[in-house]
């Protein structure tokens, strides 16, 4: 394979790339609001005991380290093919990194200041959003960035369960090894992956110089 | 005669219950509420688990307008008894009023909205501004933004910040002394009648925190709250409250009277012990230089004829002069020789003034300027820096044993009620303990 045939693959097939990719990042974006709002009330909801955050955490970590393959063929049976075993398995794999960030960062907030919260006659749900939420959101944010660069790479393998993304391409490559164009196909699928990682990357720090407050910015 | 700080200058304050806003009064629309008073009946705290309860059945009352200080070794509890007010430690049997209002059972969020809360490092939210901090409760409670923005620059106008410099700045771009300010703010901003302040200068340097307290006592002379004050340092609750609170472990009150009492005469070997080595020293620190007798002294102007300065000091009971600038402040002393020294020439004969103490500074001010000066004296200012007087060494030491001896007196006389009291209570011990 010469850099000259890949250019021109890449100009021959940029349609079908680009909708890919399109479908790639639209199903981890979406996922990923899943697994925000999810993790985030998970969250929310145990930090405050010390076994419940644990176990939380535990669960979220032992959901991790099941093969993606074989998470999404369990899931076959059981949802069918296509998306929906992609949006499940992605939004539980989203999970860890946000539940536990937002375990930690919640946890970290100052005592002192959710004392003068509670002192100056903030009600439990104006502290949590006016203050606890508020202080916590950075490493939140550094929770569902990681969590996004693990899912831009585990959708890949949405396609073995005929998801949509860019695992398509790289499938379609990998199966027909040998042929003209594979290698080429998988080289593209993996390269546009990158890419949008990187995309979504910058978006973040967008996000967190928008959304962290000037006073507590690093 | 110094005036004593145990009364309040409220002179609306009958009695504790009739006096100040209740805390239903304390709406929006009240100009400025001034204080409530505090009752706290009975107060246990227990914790599952332990057999010695934090806070072992604490009565003690508050008056509306007073500033009471709770002060102690650490871990005594006085922390803990602080929080009972506001209910950030929920009591585990007692009452608390305020007002003469019964808030144990009432929302405890709904409570603490009225009560200024301030800690420690000043518990500022680092993620708002200064003019977002300060504009919290009174948001909560329901102000207009109107309303709310005047608040804010009142408040940071009332603890010396330039609000137009501050308002917009977030905690972090301020000094820990401006923090605490801005704490203070905060605490005040929807103007409730009690103020409870947890060691709120513990975190500052010293020389800031002898500003932040001078800045407290203006404070409190203007809006007459009922402040709470914790703290570990005996200094800082003489120089701050109107009554002292002295807590042995369990928030057991060892004493509980006005710094002139605790000074001249503690109750036990706990309460002496804590006020430690010089009584006499720190009693100085209670009196203001108005207070005591400030003496005359022959004056002079710097645009006074040779000939006239001349005449005064040949004449004059002192070998002294006070030389005054134009605006009359202190500008030179001058002795009789002085200008012969310097040939005639006023310009350079002469020491300058380089101390002088206002009518507000404390005692020990005074005493340390007037140590340090070489001919043991300094002069006393006006507002505007214009001369009034002048103390020396031995209007200082006059006054102290006159304040000494007074405040024995009044001591011996407050044992012989207690003790009066006693044996009208139990009449068959009465006889011993007065013979004794």
Redesign the interface.
């Known amino acids: 394979m010469s850099a000259v045939n890949f250019w021109e693959y890449l100009g021959n097939r940029h349609q079908q790339l680009l909708a890919d990719a399109y479908q790639h990042a639209s199903a981890v974006f979406q996922c990923m609001v899943v697994a925000t709002v999810i993790g985030v009330l998970i969250g929310v909801a145990t930090y405050r005991s010390g076994w419940a955050g644990n176990l939380a955490t535990l669960t979220t970590s032992s959901i991790l380290t099941v093969p993606s393959l074989a998470m999404i063929g369990l899931l076959i049976p059981l949802v069918g093919l296509g998306v929906a075993p992609t949006v499940i398995a992605l939004t539980l794999y989203g999970l860890l990194p946000i539940v536990r960030n937002s375990i930690v960062g919640l946890r970290g907030v100052d005592a002192t200041l959710v004392d003068a919260a509670k002192g100056i006659g903030m009600s439990r749900w104006a502290r949590l959003l006016r203050v606890e939420l508020p202080l916590a959101w950075p490493p939140i944010l550094t929770g569902i960035r990681v969590s996004t660069q693990m899912l831009m790479g585990i959708a890949a393998i949405a396609a073995f369960a005929s998801g949509p993304g860019l695992g398509n391409e790289i499938f379609r490559g990998i199966s027909s090894l040998g042929s003209a164009n594979a290698l080429n196909q998988v080289l593209a699928g993996t390269l546009a992956v990158i890419v949008l990682a990187l995309l979504f990357d910058a978006a973040y720090v967008l996000i967190g110089r928008l959304t962290i407050p000037r006073g507590i910015r690093a | 005669m110094p005036e004593s700080p145990a009364t309040p200058e409220s002179p609306d304050s009958p009695g504790p219950s009739a006096a100040g806003a209740t805390l239903a009064e304390a709406a929006p629309g009240d100009d400025t509420a001034s204080g409530a008073s505090i009752e706290l009946e009975h107060l246990t705290k227990r914790y599952p688990g332990t057999s010695v309860p934090a806070v072992d059945d604490v009565s003690l009352e508050i008056k509306a307008g007073e500033t009471v200080v709770f002060v102690g070794p650490s871990g005594g509890g006085k922390t803990t008894l602080l929080k009972m007010i506001?209910r950030?430690i929920e009591p585990t049997s007692g009452r608390i009023r305020i007002g003469g209002e019964d808030v144990t059972d009432m929302d405890p969020?709904?409570?603490?909205?009225?009560?200024?809360?301030a800690?420690?490092?000043s518990?500022?939210?680092?993620?708002?501004?200064v003019g977002q901090n300060i504009a919290?409760?009174p948001r909560?409670v329901g102000w207009s933004k109107s309303r709310i923005k005047g608040r804010v620059e009142e408040m940071l106008d009332l603890v010396g910040l330039d609000p137009g410099e501050f308002q917009g700045r977030?905690?972090?771009q301020l000094s820990g002394g401006q923090q605490q300010r801005v704490g203070v703010a905060?605490?005040l901003a929807a103007d409730p009648p009690v103020l409870?302040m947890d060691e709120p200068f513990g975190a500052v340097d010293p020389i800031t925190r002898d500003h932040l307290q001078d800045e407290l006592i203006r404070l409190q002379h203007e809006l007459h709250k009922t402040i709470v004050f914790v703290t570990h340092d005996f200094d800082e609750a003489i120089k701050i409250g109107d009554r002292i609170v002295v807590l042995r472990d369990r928030s057991q009150i060892a004493q509980f009277d006005t710094p002139e009492a605790i000074l001249t005469n503690p109750a036990d070997d706990f309460v002496s012990g804590f006020v430690g080595a010089g009584a006499a020293l720190k009693r100085l620190n209670l009196t203001r230089v108005r207070d005591v007798e400030i003496r005359d002294w022959p004056t002079v102007g710097v645009d006074d004829p040779l000939q006239g300065i001349f005449e005064a000091l040949r004449s004059g009971r002192t070998n002294e002069l006070l030389m005054l600038d134009r605006r009359g402040r202190p500008y030179k002393w001058l002795r009789r020789g002085d200008l012969m020294r310097a040939k005639g020439s006023l310009a350079a004969a002469g020491t300058l003034v380089h101390d002088t103490v206002t009518r507000d500074a404390t005692l020990r001010d005074a005493l340390e300027a007037v140590l340090t000066d070489n001919a043991g004296r300094v002069a006393v200012t006006g507002r505007r820096g214009e001369y009034t007087g002048v103390v020396d060494m031995e209007t200082l030491m006059n006054s102290v044993h006159e304040m000494l001896e007074e405040d024995r007196l009044d001591a011996m006389e407050h044992q012989q009620e207690l003790a009066d009291q006693r044996a009208e209570r139990e009449p068959g011990a009465g006889g011993g303990e007065a013979g004794a």
Do not use: D, E
């Open positions: 506001n950030l969020v709904r409570l603490r909205r009225k009560i200024g809360y800690i420690q490092s518990g500022l939210f680092p993620h708002m501004t919290l409760v909560m977030y905690p972090r905060r605490a409870l």
